[in-house]
């Protein structure tokens, strides 16, 4: 992986901080995660006046969701520039992006990879390294719609996939998501809330709490949750990300909600 | 639906749709290929001829069966092989997909095959329900954590598909479909972590309370998470469902009085 890109991926405006012109070629802001914690309007305008301050790309994250993240989309498609590149991880939202006039990039949420952490048997190591990727009527498919990239999650048991010259690829590291759910560790009033009749109330308790560790058994690997997802780390690039087409470095100094 | 033994109860029950996996080893000799996300191989038809018996059995009683091929991902290989084998037997009604690469492989190799989208495709809005539509997915299973006024936009902005919903569930925080722990070589997962145990509802259940709401947000069928309950679980949970089903013509307060003393009478 000669030629790339280096890219900070940040959800807060705060993550700024851990830009540094020397190393990071792009930014990436948003979360793939949680529709309560997508930056709003305001700081996603004030992100992209920091980007062209200082001469860097950018991409914008937008999380799976409801018809909030839909609202949410809707109105930044309208005041991004055009052919900004935004990465979808609901499929409801590709046709608003291309709409839109913006470049639509497949979110590591769509990528149907396993990611257990734990240890792979022999006899599941092929199906472990499956993917959406993998089949030839998925990828002619992403190229019909005008999908050039897809993000990936740095899984330790690596991609089976062989990408076409057409489609290139994006690696994130060192968080690898393994569980999303709507449902959220943190809303106190999450266990009287019955979610059939109304949410629970997001007060954006995920900001600033640090991620909590647990053994997950069998095998014994360490896993962490914030708010509504689970990941694992693992941060060892491996040595022919080439092989994906990975031309780019998506570098998560924390993981991204809420952070 | 598990097996062919319990397939005349099922049907005498009340059930009109029957959803059921196959084992895709005995049958088509694909070693640790699963037919869906729940990958124990006794809840999946074990050769081809008691499933196609079942079939049979839920068609002359003018009910449909759909079999569930909806992991999240298959070898393409294995695929192929599923593709063929359905080819020539396609006495399903459908076929449950999570996939939208999987989707399009069928539609491919299966012509006129009706493609059902499972919980496992997040549809959480508009947007992906009309998605799905343009897909030629005609039924959508909604994700099992939504409210009411969010199913009822869904329903009401995406005329013409029948959309369904999860009533009755297993506990689990990541039932949406986004869980991506391997269940065929492990038994223990993020839901097993005791990250969530401190705050989140079980929802075994749960949402049976708002059946009489989901009818009137347009809802075309509910379906009861159980493949894995033993056949006495299974006929309890259909006798309630049909019970509550009649019920749904009454008023609102009728329908609760009448829902509580069913409840009563199946789960004390």
């Not at chain 2, 694909?30 to 018996?53: C, Y």
Request: with cysteine; aromatic share 10%.
């Amino acid at each position: 992986m000669s030629e790339k890109e280096r890219v900070l991926y940040i959800s807060s405006l705060e993550g700024l901080s851990f830009f540094d012109k020397a190393v990071h070629n792009r930014l990436y802001f948003g979360t793939e995660f949680c529709e309560n914690a997508f930056p709003s309007a305001s700081d996603i305008g004030r992100f992209v006046r920091c980007c062209k301050e200082r001469g860097v790309p950018f991409s914008i994250v937008v999380p799976w969701g409801t018809e909030k993240i839909v609202r949410a989309a809707k109105k930044m498609c309208g005041f991004l520039p055009g052919g900004s590149e935004i990465i979808f991880n609901s499929w409801g939202l590709l046709g608003l992006i291309k709409n839109a006039g913006h470049i639509p990039v497949m979110g590591r949420v769509l990528v149907t990879v396993k990611r257990d952490p734990r240890k792979v048997p022999d006899s599941h190591a092929g199906l472990a390294r499956t993917s959406n990727l993998d089949l030839e009527q998925f990828r002619d498919y992403l190229i019909s719609e005008g999908i050039r990239r897809v993000e990936l999650d740095n899984v330790r048991t690596g991609y089976s996939a062989r990408l076409s010259p057409e489609i290139r690829s994006s690696l994130y590291y060192p968080f690898v998501s393994v569980s999303i759910a709507r449902k959220c560790g943190y809303p106190a009033d999450m266990q009287s809330s019955r979610s059939l009749a109304r949410p629970f109330t997001c007060r954006r308790e995920c900001e600033g709490a640090g991620p909590v560790a647990a053994e997950i058994r069998g095998g014994e690997k360490t896993v962490f949750s914030k708010g509504n997802a689970i990941f694992y780390f693992n941060d060892a690039i491996p040595d022919a990300p080439g092989e994906m087409n990975a031309d780019r470095l998506v570098f998560m100094p924390k993981i991204p909600i809420g952070a | 639906m598990s097996n062919l033994e319990e397939c005349a109860a099922l049907v005498e029950a009340g059930a009109d749709i029957f959803y059921c996996g196959v084992d895709f080893e005995s049958v088509l000799g694909l070693k640790d290929i699963v037919s869906n996300r729940w990958p124990w191989r006794h809840i999946q038809f074990g050769t081809e001829a008691d499933m196609l018996s079942a079939a049979r059995l839920i068609h002359k009683n003018k009910r449909q069966v759909f079999l569930t091929l909806n992991e999240h991902s298959y070898l393409p290989g294995a695929l192929a092989v599923i593709s063929g084998w359905l080819r020539r037997n396609m006495v399903f009604d459908g076929v449950i997909v999570s996939d939208v690469g999987v989707a399009l492989a069928l539609k491919r190799e299966i012509k006129g095959v009706r493609l059902v989208a499972s919980n496992g495709m997040n549809i959480f809005n508009t947007g992906d329900a009309r998605f799905f539509k343009a897909l030629g997915m005609d039924t959508q299973i909604l994700p099992r954590a939504m409210n009411i006024k969010e199913i009822s936009a869904i329903v009401k902005e995406n005329r013409g598909v029948r959309f369904e919903f999860l009533i009755m569930n297993h506990d689990c925080n990541f039932n949406d479909g986004m869980c991506r722990f391997f269940h065929q070589i492990y038994n223990f997962h993020g839901c097993h972590s005791g990250f969530y145990k401190r705050g989140i509802p079980e929802d075994r259940g749960d949402h049976l309370g708002y059946l009489w709401e989901l009818e009137k947000a347009g809802l075309h069928s509910v379906k009861i998470v159980g493949r894995i309950d033993n056949t006495e679980k299974k006929l309890k949970d259909i006798r309630l469902l049909t019970g509550l089903r009649k019920l749904l013509r009454e008023s609102k307060k009728g329908y609760e009085r009448g829902a509580l003393d069913l409840l009563n009478k199946y789960y004390e």
